[in-house]
Each structure stands twice: as structure tokens, then as C-alpha cells.
């Protein structure tokens, strides 16, 4: 069974830096990657950086240039290094690790984290 736990949330203020954890516990069997996803009150839940196997990684527009993705070659753990934090940044931060799924090929199913809460005040 596979299992995520986040740590690293917080409150900050904006131009800060906080740094998110996430340990992955379990074997995926085909990983299509893992990252991290946020929500904000009223939002729906986005994608904030994805990292694949081979290391390639793509980020949100919103936070390019200051948040920074890196995993170990396992894939045991995934972290965020967020800087010049904004007002904006403020959500629930989900880690998020992807199996190819046997159904549906090419798609990618999810498991999730259960959540840290990043408050940055202006």
C-alpha cells in the first residue's frame, strides 16, 4: 500500500522561504512521476511542479523562477523548495506520487498526501 506524508507547512511572510517534504512509503509499480498540488479556499486542486523518472520537471507559470522540485533516484521522498513567497501561495499542499493505471493506458492514477497548510501573510 502506498502512503505519502508531507511535512514542512507553515506560516510565513511574503518574500520567505519554506521548504516541503514528502515520504513515499510503499512500491508504485509504474510511477508517471510525483510532486505536489494546491489548494486554495474556493479553488479547484492545481498542479504546482511535477518531476518524471528520468528527472524533467515542469513547474506552474505562477510559481517558475521560485519554487524548486527535487526527488531522490528511488523516488522515496519529493520536496519543495518554495521561494519569494507571495500572498498568492497561501493553500492546503498536497504530495502526490502517479501510477500508470491498468485500465485506462496512458493515464496516470493519483495517490495523495493528506495535506499542509501554507499561510504566507502580506
Known amino acids: 500500500q502506498v502512503q505519502l506524508r508531507e511535512s514542512g507547512g507553515g506560516s510565513v511572510q511574503a518574500g520567505g522561504s519554506l521548504k516541503l517534504s514528502c515520504e513515499v512509503s510503499?512500491?508504485?509499480?509504474?510511477?508517471?512521476?510525483m510532486g505536489w498540488y494546491r489548494q486554495a479556499p474556493g479553488s479547484r486542486r492545481a498542479m504546482v511542479a511535477w518531476?518524471?523518472?528520468?528527472?524533467?520537471?515542469s513547474y506552474a507559470d505562477a510559481v517558475k523562477g521560485r519554487f524548486t522540485l527535487s526527488k531522490d533516484k528511488n523516488e522515496e521522498w519529493v520536496a519543495l523548495e518554495m521561494n519569494s513567497l507571495e500572498p498568492d501561495d497561501t493553500a492546503v499542499y498536497y504530495c502526490?506520487?502517479?501510477?500508470?493505471?491498468?485500465?485506462?493506458?496512458?493515464?496516470?492514477?493519483?495517490?495523495w498526501g493528506q495535506g499542509t497548510q501554507v499561510t504566507v501573510a502580506s
Open positions: 510503499g512500491y508504485i509499480f509504474s510511477s508517471c512521476g
Open positions: 502526490a506520487a502517479g501510477q500508470y493505471s491498468d485500465i485506462a493506458p496512458g493515464e496516470c492514477d493519483y495517490f
Open positions: 518531476i518524471m523518472r528520468d528527472d524533467s520537471t
